[in-house]
């Protein structure tokens, strides 16, 4: 505990030091050396050399002093209105930070270790207090879930929680910020639960940097291509496959669906999906996608998701919990039989709280 206060303390002594200077600070700077030269123009250290050296400190009237005070005065008075403007920004702010909160939901469930907390990772220019809210979803297993029905409460506490938080507050005065580590269908469903709560600010966890990420790289223009429409027919379920971040392969899907197959498949797999205004993009065209499938009568759909964690998340914010199919989705494991083994069947469409179907 000491050292988690002594870290916080180090960090925000830096962020102090390195924090964005007001114009008064740059002003009060110029003023300093303006002001040495004045009041020290007249008094110089002058060397003589008489066989050796000696020195003499004295006046040299370099600057008149009918020049001299009356700039002097002229830059004092700068410099004093520099520190009432600077300290009135300083208060105000603290003020502002102190009224505001940003509520920090990280979600928990691929690897034991706690890792590097998204709180500390919230970038400085979303002001406020950071109020964490753990979102675990861990079985004591690394990388496995043991029994998903019991992770689902999970989320609705966590829902509950950051509500609790926000009533608190004025809602102009809260900022949530959601980021994980969680398998797809408890993902998706975090972004279900939380669809009502306004605007989210959205970070990953980049493998690369190993850190903590805003959605903040320009869209590189990669949008879905759908396909496998017209193979639907009459069928009231219907597989639809989502490959972002890789394919999902027929033959996997063969192995617990015998149903007609869509798809929606980036055409690079290995594009950036760093991007909000993308990230928003991609999850309209998956509505379209289930508005398209409920007009042909279609009632449940099953969901494979192959995409990173905020990927999934922002997917599951924008699916309609009224007016679309019902919606099954499936974790992924590679050593199982059947590659897809069970999912989360979300509450919409009628479903008030989810369930685990197994297949």
């Not at 980049?206 to 017209?230: K, N, Y």
């Amino acid at each position: 505990m000491y050292r988690q206060t002594a870290d916080w303390v180090l960090r925000e002594f830096v962020k102090y030091l390195f924090r964005p200077k007001g114009f008064e600070v740059r002003v009060a700077g110029l003023c300093v050396p303006v002001l040495v030269a004045l009041l020290g123009g007249n008094w110089l250290v002058k060397a003589t050399a008489r066989g050796e050296y000696s020195f003499e400190i004295g006046s040299t009237n370099f600057i008149p002093e009918w020049i001299q005070w009356p700039l002097v005065a002229l830059f004092v008075t700068i410099f004093v209105m520099c520190f009432v403007v600077g300290w009135r920004r300083f208060t105000r702010e603290n003020e502002l930070r102190n009224r505001k909160k940003v509520i920090v939901i990280e979600g928990r469930g691929l690897r034991e270790d706690d890792g590097s907390p998204l709180a500390a990772a919230v970038p400085s220019d979303i002001v406020g207090h950071r109020i964490a809210v753990s979102l675990d979803l861990r079985q004591r297993r690394d990388g496995m879930i043991v029994e998903a029905a019991e992770l689902l409460p999970e989320v609705d506490i966590a829902r509950r929680t950051v509500q609790q938080y926000a009533k608190q507050n004025d809602r102009q005065d809260v900022t949530f910020v959601y980021g994980g580590l969680t398998p797809v269908p408890m993902t998706f469903l975090t972004g279900v639960a939380f669809d009502d709560e306004g605007s989210i600010v959205v970070m990953d966890w980049d493998r690369t940097r190993e850190a903590w990420r805003s959605l903040d790289s320009r869209d590189d223009g990669q949008r879905f291509l759908l396909e496998g429409v017209e193979g639907v027919g009459n069928a009231s379920e219907v597989v639809l496959a989502v490959s972002a971040s890789y394919q999902v392969r027929s033959e996997n899907i063969a192995t617990t669906f015998d149903l007609p197959v869509v798809r929606l498949s980036l055409p690079d797999l290995n594009s950036s999906h760093w991007s909000q205004a993308k990230q928003n993009a991609l999850a309209e065209q998956l509505f379209e996608a289930a508005k398209l499938l409920e007009a042909k009568g279609v009632k449940t759909i099953h969901l494979l998701l192959a995409a990173q964690n905020s990927v999934a998340f922002n997917l599951g914010r924008r699916y309609d919990k009224r007016n679309l199919p019902g919606v099954v989705v499936y974790q992924y494991e590679a050593n199982s039989e059947k590659k897809f083994p069970w999912g989360v069947r979300m509450p919409v469409r009628g479903e008030n709280i989810p369930s685990i179907l197994r297949t």
